[in-house]
């Protein structure tokens, strides 16, 4: 495994990490399989693991939680987020003080921790003003029960606003930008969010970097039964395209030729971007972790790089 500064920050993450996201949770992943999941993970050098309190409304950070313990705790960097509803009450949802201050206790009490490495405001929230939802951050932070703070798919023009608002009154800034970037949904991080993140010494930790596995190639012949784009219209209706499909099938001999799958493509291609700091991973079975970690190790040169953007943008037939 490899490990990057989380911008330019001193905290160190595995370029691959482990998200909670999709598969987490009690009434989704049995016990002894996500027991064999993070174990993969762990041994494999995987030291972040990311969750946020709205998947599976608190079962993912309750499971994965559970399987941490077993190992110390400065081996692992623990992220979750707020700011989805967690109830039907009026203040049980935002980026109020208040809302973030009964989260992260919330948080902390299903994962068992005393503290959050790095927490996410999980949206921008147009209903609280940007100040309150920053200073609230720090405030975390001077308390101890959150080490670095970021947000979550924020325009760039929010985020610029929330790092200003530190600087000027002194506040610990946001150390982090958590947005959907991979091959097939790229244009926003590369032309919005990098140009601000980077000089403000901001690192991405990207999710969905295989674009909800369209770019696996799972789907080069179809959509098996058991699949999530079967059981999710919206994911399949976002990826799945006969222009993304030519896309991802002419991928296939240019990874066979460098001896490595479409998953570890996609995945070093993501890496390739210097201001990427980590990609967030799912997987339902050990094996799959397997397969994605050896991405680390993948170093594209120009000319397969030029290779990748000529099938991206639709020049190849």
Not at 19 to 41: C, M, Q
Not at 64 to 79: E, F, N, W
Not at 200 to 219: D, F, I
Not at 245 to 258: C, G, I, S, T, Y
């Amino acid at each position: 495994m490899h490990y990057r500064r989380l911008g330019q920050s001193g905290l160190k993450i595995s370029a691959i990490s482990l998200g909670g996201w999709i598969n987490f949770g009690a009434d989704k992943l049995a016990e002894e399989k996500a027991r064999s999941i993070v174990d993969a993970a762990y041994e494999q050098g995987i030291n972040f693991f990311d969750l946020a309190d709205v998947y599976a409304n608190g079962q993912a950070e309750l499971q994965m939680g559970k399987l941490l313990a077993r190992y110390p705790r400065h081996t692992l960097v623990i992220s979750s987020k707020a700011f989805w509803p967690m109830s039907k009450d009026v203040n049980d949802r935002g980026l109020s003080r208040k809302h973030l201050l009964e989260s992260i206790d919330k948080s902390l009490g299903r994962l068992g921790l005393d503290y959050l490495d790095l927490y996410f405001c999980h949206r921008a929230d147009p209903e609280t003003p940007l100040r309150e939802t920053v200073m609230a951050m720090h405030t975390l932070i001077e308390q101890g029960k959150v080490l670095y703070w970021g947000t979550s798919e924020w325009p760039a023009a929010q985020i610029v606003a929330a790092y200003d608002l530190c600087e000027r009154y002194g506040w610990h800034p946001p150390q982090a930008e958590q947005p959907q970037y991979s091959m097939l949904y790229r244009q926003p991080v590369e032309d919005q969010i990098l140009p601000v993140t980077e000089p403000r010494g901001m690192g991405l930790v990207t999710w969905s970097p295989l674009a909800m596995g369209m770019l696996t190639g799972k789907y080069d012949d179809g959509i098996p039964a058991d699949s999530r784009f079967a059981r999710e219209t919206w994911v399949k209706d976002r990826f799945l395209n006969e222009a993304n499909a030519a896309k991802v099938r002419q991928l296939r001999p240019l990874a066979a030729e460098l001896g490595i799958t479409r998953a570890q493509l996609a995945l070093a291609w993501s890496l390739r971007q210097p201001g990427v700091s980590s990609v967030i991973t799912g997987a339902t079975q050990p094996e799959q972790v397997l397969d994605n970690v050896q991405a680390a190790d993948v170093q594209l040169n120009p000319d397969v790089l030029a290779q990748i953007e000529e099938i991206l943008a639709g020049n190849l037939s």
